[in-house]
């Protein structure tokens, strides 16, 4: 089994490829056999909240799903040794405790980060007074999942036994029908992330008012999550 799909779950598009790892090195062959991509056409406006950026995530996942469907279309499904997925990072929903979407997928334009939180400072800034961002993986921003978790707990909308997700790891989850974990590379992007230990920021997310176990578990980079079920 020489053969593994790439999706690219993006913002503007979602795209699929399949490689041919085996032809690399046949001049006569071109290791992509095929690629196929549709427009990302989830987004949900808010004419009330137009600072708003919400997407109807299970759509997503559904082209997605379609689009795998088409790129596999006549191929034994046994030649596929692996799915490798990426996607827009930054942006989280909320899940519930069967791991299906609690919230809207609000994505990484969202800006109500750059509300007022207190003392004319917006939420933004008051993440980046508490947290630590020495140790984070990036700075908080409008957009960002520690920002948006931040504005939820703050404004009382967090509801219990909730978990936060990205987008990709979602997208993982349903194909393997697991609970979605992330790896390091796109939990470095939730301004929660601490780069020194390799784990959620247990400090800063104290400061906050978060609990630990509102991210999703962090595994290594490039780590099996299991086998395609759906």
Known sequence: MSKFIGIDLGTTSITAVLIDIGSVDDPDRHPVRRQLSVDNQSQRDRPEHPIYSEWDLDQMINSAFG???DLVDGMPTQE????????????????????????AFIGWQ????????????????????VADSTKLGSRPSTGYMG???????????LPAKTQTCFAPDYLVGQLCQSPPVTDP???????????????????????????ITRPPPVIDACTVVGPVKN
């Open 80 to 103: 596929i040794a692996g799915i490798g997925v990426t996607g827009q990072v930054h942006g989280m929903a909320l899940l519930d405790e069967r791991h299906r979407p609690y919230s």
């Open 147 to 157: 920002t948006t978790l931040f504005r939820f707990s703050e404004k009382g909308q």
């Open 110 to 129: 969202d800006q109500r980060g750059n509300e007022i939180h207190s003392d004319d400072l917006t939420y933004v800034q008051r993440m980046r007074l």
């Open 185 to 211: 590379t796109n939990a470095a992007s939730s301004g929660l992330f601490n780069l020194q230990t390799n784990s959620w920021e247990a400090d800063s997310l104290q400061s906050l008012g978060l609990p």
């Open 67 to 69: 689009l795998l469907a």
